[in-house]
T-cell receptor
Framework: KQEVTQIPAALSVPEGENLVLNCSFT??????LQWFRQDPGKGLTSLLL?????REQTSGRLNASLDKSSGRSTLYIAASQPGDSATYLC???????????FGTGTQLKVEL | KAGVTQTPRYLIKTRGQQVTLSCSPI?????VSWYQQTPGQGLQFLFE???????NKGNFPGRFSGRQFSNSRSEMNVSTLELGDSALYLC?????????????FGPGTRLLVL
């Protein structure tokens, strides 16, 4: 059974810091890995999608890497801003179709 | 292009009742997946529909069911509601059941069972 873990569970940083969020998964037989952002009480916003054959993806200040063999992904956020405050979720696609298995999330707070 | 829409946004029900939630995918998307999000269990996969057929199912009791219409809109139904069914229900839309494509989530329906 696929299990996805995210570390840390919560993180508070001052504005401007670069930070790294970690995601690990137990079964390397994945199709892809997707990073999402969730604001309180809202749905999920897709940030980055990495296919299993890729090593990383970049979008603006965000960079996500994938090491399938070790079961790890990292989300790097450069020059953090208060607007980045949200819960970040990683999800792996595996087990058929579009089923995603989600991690527990990292709650990020960026302070002025 | 309009995003994924879910109705209603909020619901309050009592134990024993049933509820139906609706999801309209992005235009042109034919696959719809449903997820339940609770503080204790996080986000859990319920089921996926494509071409009006259930393609995949998570580990939930039979009280949870769904269907998809010819226009790709999907509904999920929960019968005999329990307090533990209180959650945010999210649907996700994608082009098709091709493993690897991006998925786009709606704003969710927040269900409170009293």
């Amino acid at each position: 059974k696929q299990e996805v873990t995210q570390i840390p569970a919560a993180l508070s940083v001052p504005e401007g810091e670069n930070l790294v969020l970690n995601c690990s998964f137990t079964d390397s037989a994945i199709y892809n890995l997707q990073w999402f952002r969730q604001d309180p009480g809202k749905g999920l916003t897709s940030l980055l999608l990495i296919q299993s054959s890729q090593r990383e993806q970049t979008s603006g200040r965000l960079n996500a890497s994938l090491d399938k063999s070790s079961g790890r992904s990292t989300l790097y956020i450069a020059a953090s801003q208060p607007g980045d405050s949200a819960t970040y979720l990683c999800a792996v696609g595996a087990g058929g179709g579009n089923k995603l298995t989600f991690g527990t999330g990292t709650q990020l707070k960026v302070e002025l | 292009k309009a995003g994924v829409t879910q109705t209603p946004r909020y619901l309050i029900k009592t134990r024993g009742q049933q509820v139906t939630l609706s999801c309209s995918p992005i235009s042109g998307h034919r696959s719809v997946s449903w997820y339940q999000q609770t503080p204790g269990q996080g986000l859990q996969f319920l089921f996926e529909y494509f071409s009006e057929t259930q393609r995949n199912k998570g580990n939930f009791p039979g009280r949870f069911s769904g269907r998809q219409f010819s226009n790709s809109r999907s509904e999920m139904n929960v019968s005999t509601l329990e307090l533990g069914d209180s959650a945010l229900y999210l649907c996700a839309s994608s082009l098709g059941p091709f493993a690897g494509g991006p998925q786009y989530f709606g704003p969710g329906t927040r269900l409170l069972v009293l």
